[in-house]
């Protein structure tokens, strides 16, 4: 027998995954929580149905919400990753030889468990010493620490369910307020077409809020329609600049990528570049 | 009652689309022909169940496919387009001032016929008074003209069926001897993630036959994966440099644009450089 998992990416429009293995299924505090192992992709985390992330093309997403940001800031030594219970953010920011601490918050310890069990290669590195983790509302984290940091990357899910905060204006308010010096920030802002108002609000939000902003693109087979924008503030240099080059492997990012990456089509431009 | 097509994309990865109306179905001499209305993205051109060009998204398909090799001529007047039946292609080469004659060449007459009822805003153009039509096989047209062109564009469907041949060496060889100096030619070369072994075969055929060549990327929803590639050669020019700007107004293509779909992540330049 073949089994399917259907993924309704909007009213009119399905994805079908064949699956080889149900590997996990709980009902958190928060949210439907599944590990699968797809015929295409291999092993994937979804909640409420949808996939977040897939070991067979997370690189992309990862690298592109980690690098970006980090490569952009002169040397980063803290960094937040609010979201990104699965691991792979906090993995790609370890890379970096200046980072000496990350913090990871995440509202449901449960994705933390299962990411360890059953995505070891992304989740691998929340053991290292210099991660601390912290299973809270990253909204009520944010407001309620006096710390500050490097780099904030905001790895949130779908702007539905628990993860709604973590794309409204209040929130980033609160998290500009937490950036050290040269701090930058990135946050993933959906598909350009299928989230086009969400993109339009997160990348006018964080135009107003940094003296330098920008969006960049990304093709991440999993997600909906493929064409994912990550939108980056920063307090001092230009997002679309990296200032630093990886000496490490990467598979999806290099410096000229960085750059070329926020050279959006019109049909984009005109989203996210507000007339003031 | 709920209507849905469904199309497989690999063995373990379907999409599926809500059909608003099925407008035309027909057996040509060649392929199954159907035309749907869909919820998402509307008014779809399918060969053998597979997505060709939709209304929603075509634009991205047909200009990239279009304005990369004739932006990197200096001044195209002969354009010749191989499979494009829908007439995507040609509306696009008739949008470049220089562009005198345009040759169609198609080998299933009803696509053309369809696209013509169906799809009258990609296939407007085709009654211009510069469109040649030519309804035949596209590798014997090239091989028996003794013509040629300052602009080959292959359009071709998938790499199964009647476009097989359209990505062979043979065919490249033939389409470069009908080049004019300064010519330039473009061909999609599939996706980077599922037809990986078609766009290493291309890209290394268009490298050895052409001074200049080079694959570059586009987003397009409705194909599989979201990302495509496409690969230029040229007998002057650098594929990446466009040599003058649109004077018309352009929905994904733009100068800006043109340089930077030319850099490749990293897990994809290792494919579309062969080491020689």
């Not at 992309?60 to 490569?71: D, K, W």
């Not at 040397?75 to 970096?96: F, K, N, S, T, Y």
């Not at 490490?248 to 003031?276: G, N």
């Amino acid at each position: 027998m073949s089994i399917w998992f259907t993924e309704r990416q909007s009213d009119g429009y399905e994805v079908r995954w064949l699956v080889k293995r149900l590997l996990h299924q709980e009902r958190t505090a928060y949210q439907q929580l599944t590990v699968v192992e797809l015929a295409e992709f291999g092993r994937a985390l979804l909640l409420d149905d949808i996939v977040q992330t897939t070991v067979g093309d997370e690189y992309i997403y990862h690298e592109m919400i980690v690098h970006t940001p980090l490569f952009v800031h002169p040397a980063p030594r803290r960094v937040l990753v609010i979201g990104g219970g699965d691991g792979g953010a906090v993995r790609e920011a370890l890379r970096h030889p200046t980072v000496d601490a990350v913090d990871l918050v995440e509202i449901d310890e449960r994705v933390v468990a299962a990411a360890r069990v059953w995505l070891p290669e992304i989740a691998g590195s929340l053991d290292d010493r210099r991660v601390r983790l912290h299973y809270t509302d990253g909204f009520r984290f944010v407001a309620e620490t006096d710390q500050t940091w490097d780099a904030v990357i905001v790895d949130a899910s779908d702007p539905i369910g628990p993860a709604v905060g973590l794309f409204s204006r209040e929130f980033h308010q609160q998290v500009r307020q937490r950036l050290a010096p040269e701090g930058v920030i990135c946050t993933q802002s959906g598909s350009p077409f299928f989230n086009r108002e969400l993109l339009r609000q997160v990348a006018g939000t964080v135009a107003e809020l940094y003296p330098q902003s920008g969006t960049c693109l990304a093709c991440i087979p999993t997600y909906p329609s493929g064409l994912w924008s990550f939108t980056v503030g920063s307090l001092r240099g230009d997002p679309s600049q990296p200032r630093r080059r990886p000496d490490f492997t990467t598979r999806y990012y290099s410096s000229d990528y960085h750059r070329s990456s926020f050279t959006l089509p019109p049909f984009i431009t005109h989203l996210t570049s507000p007339t003031r």
